[in-house]
């Protein structure tokens, strides 16, 4: 297992259109994160899976977001109608349970222009 | 409202010396620290956590010290590498998630 993988790296998209981000948890890890990154700043939690059941969602998870985790393996983010606040680095993160644990991807950088 | 405070942006060490990175915490429900060394274009990597019922946490080259009545923890990395150059994140784990500060850029010269 090579950890946790994130598609695409890079993401350049106009306002207004739709992205989707795919993130590929370590296969043992029940739990999935999803975090964003702005510039200057530290991630910011934005929604959590145990298995398939989406458990916890930040207020930072406007109804543009949506996060899916249909067979409690990979996991989706959509974002609509994209805007250039949206831009930043959005980065999965795993784990088997708290107190540490997590495995985080590279990351999705997308750039909304 | 930030939880999480990393209140110096960027910090610069001559190699072989020590680098004390510091956090401070506002919530005082926290009860489980973290540190996260991010390179650029790659995602965070665990480095040392702490729990509080401890004060102090030792891995290798890494110290973490957690000063509960002051809400205050710091990182000492002895001795500095160049290879030990990234942005470093104070995290707490809170509920289901990791609350972080804004992180801290380390530069070690050679």
């Known amino acids: 297992d090579t950890g946790v993988s994130q598609d695409p790296r890079h993401k350049i998209t106009k306002r207004g259109q739709n992205v989707t981000f795919r993130c590929d948890p370590i296969?043992?890890?029940?739990?999935l994160y999803w975090y964003r990154q702005t510039l200057g700043q530290g991630p910011e939690f934005l929604t959590y899976?145990?298995?398939?059941?989406?458990?916890?969602k930040s207020r930072l998870l406007s109804d543009r977001f949506s996060a899916e985790r249909p067979k409690g393996s990979f996991s989706t983010l959509e974002i609509q109608r994209t805007e250039q606040g949206d831009s930043a680095m959005y980065l999965c993160?795993?784990?088997?349970?708290?107190?540490?644990?997590?495995?985080f991807g590279s990351g999705t950088r997308l750039t909304v222009v | 409202d930030q939880q999480v405070k990393q209140n110096s942006p960027s910090l610069s060490v001559q190699e072989g010396r020590i680098s004390i990175l510091n956090c401070d915490y506002t919530?005082?429900?926290?009860?489980?620290f973290l540190w996260y060394k991010k390179y650029p274009a790659e995602g965070p990597t665990f480095l040392i956590s702490?729990?509080?019922?401890?004060d102090k946490n030792e891995d290798g080259r890494f110290t973490v010290f957690l000063n509960k009545s002051a809400k205050h923890l710091s990182l000492h990395i002895v001795p500095s590498q160049p290879g030990d150059s990234a942005v470093y994140f104070c995290?707490?784990?809170?509920?289901?998630?990791?609350?972080f500060g804004a992180g801290t850029i380390l530069r070690v010269k050679s």
């Open positions: 993160a795993s784990s088997l349970s708290t107190l540490g644990g997590y495995t």
């Open positions: 296969s043992e890890h029940n739990r």
């Open positions: 899976f145990q298995n398939e059941a989406q458990l916890e």
């Open positions: 919530n005082s429900m926290f009860d489980y």
């Open positions: 702490i729990s509080s019922i401890k």
């Open positions: 995290a707490s784990e809170y509920g289901n998630k990791l609350v």
